[in-house]
């Protein structure tokens, strides 16, 4: 990092980590093995968020839509998000976990991190998108108190707007991710697959965006 000198960096950042399954079968690995190798890689960047000062972190877990999958990749994907939280637990952080907690999809496990907890020191916020749909998310919109504004009353309330979100795997869409937070932000891609993270993919991202005129429309 000591060639990186940040002047300006964001609040929150939103992380989607894709590719799992393509490194998989590059590695002549079922698909359904892929998710495992992409604990690590989660951990280790939210260690170098909490080191630089970075508010809050949202990482992309799993979607309705992605339960739609062979069985067996669905069973292993839930199982390196449950792992993922838990790893976080044993630092400094504030944890929470949104998505359709109702259905039978959703891990038992993470059940409790439905409100944020805290753990350690607490301070930087970390946020899990699991078992969650945008369409899922905006419909607990409440129009008798929409005085609160629409942001403070959906699903997912408790997550600010995101300044950047960086994308691994090579795909240029935001797959529905957290489609009200995301409506300013800038967006970074990464065309190697998330198992493959490394500290300079982080770094460079943040160069990118320390050169972005952020306006917010102004």
């Known amino acids: 990092m000591d060639k990186y000198n940040f002047k300006r ?10 590719g799992n399954r393509r490194w998989a079968q590059n590695k002549g690995f079922d ?20 080191q630089i000062g970075i508010n809050e972190v949202t990482f992309y877990g799993f979607t309705k839509d992605n339960t ?19 790893r976080l637990t044993h630092t400094d952080c504030e944890i929470l976990v949104v998505g359709d907690a109702e259905s039978s999809l959703f891990p038992e496990e ?3 991190f439905t409100k944020r907890k805290k753990f350690g020191k607490g301070g930087i916020k970390a946020n899990f998108l699991i078992n969650y749909g945008w369409e899922w998310d905006v419909s607990k919109y409440d129009k008798s108190v929409r005085k609160k504004g629409f942001i403070n009353n959906i699903a997912s309330s408790d997550i600010s707007r995101m300044d950047l979100i960086i994308r691994w795997g090579g795909r240029c869409r935001l797959s529905g991710f957290l489609p009200v937070q995301s409506v300013y932000s800038d967006f970074y891609i990464i065309n190697d697959f998330w198992p493959d993270f490394n500290a300079e993919h982080f770094y460079e991202a943040l160069e990118w965006y320390e050169g972005q005129d952020v ?4």
């Open 68 to 86: 739609k999958r062979p069985a067996d990749q669905t069973k292993e994907f839930r199982n390196a998000c449950v792992e993922s939280v838990m």
């Open 31 to 50: 698909k359904k093995d892929g998710y495992k190798f992409g604990i690590d890689p989660g951990v280790e960047l939210f260690n170098l968020c909490s």
């Open 110 to 112: 993470l059940l409790p």
């Open 215 to 218: 306006t917010l429309g102004g």
């Open 9 to 18: 960096l964001p609040t929150h950042i939103g992380i989607i980590p894709d």
